[in-house]
């Protein structure tokens, strides 16, 4: 599911250059697929355990329809 959902960085949107990994949205709760998606390297490392939100807002990322559902699920 997470494959066919993510198909570029979540968070920046560019495509991925075999740097694919995955990031936990709510970092305290499991991986499960309403709290994971796949993300490029370099936004993994700088976002960290950061609300996704909060630091998406601070780099001025575009936020998606889809990561404000997927954070809404993972923060019940």
Same mark, same amino acid.
């Given at each position: 599911?997470?494959?066919?959902?993510?198909?570029v960085?979540?968070?920046?949107?560019?495509d991925?250059n075999?740097?694919?990994?995955?990031?936990?949205?709510?970092?305290?709760? /499991?991986?499960?697929e309403?709290?994971?998606?796949?993300?490029?390297r370099?936004?993994?490392?700088?976002k960290?355990?950061?609300?996704?939100? /909060?630091?998406?807002?601070?780099k001025?990322?575009k936020?998606?329809?889809k990561?404000?559902?997927l954070?809404k699920?993972?923060?019940?």
């Open positions: 599911m997470i494959n066919e959902r993510d198909k960085c979540v968070y920046c949107g560019k991925f075999k740097d694919i990994e995955h990031d936990h949205i709510n970092p305290f709760r /499991q991986f499960d309403t709290n994971i998606v796949k993300c490029c370099k936004c993994n490392r700088k960290s355990s950061s609300d996704m939100i /909060q630091w998406m807002n601070f001025k990322y936020i998606s329809q990561l404000l559902d954070y699920k993972a923060y019940k």
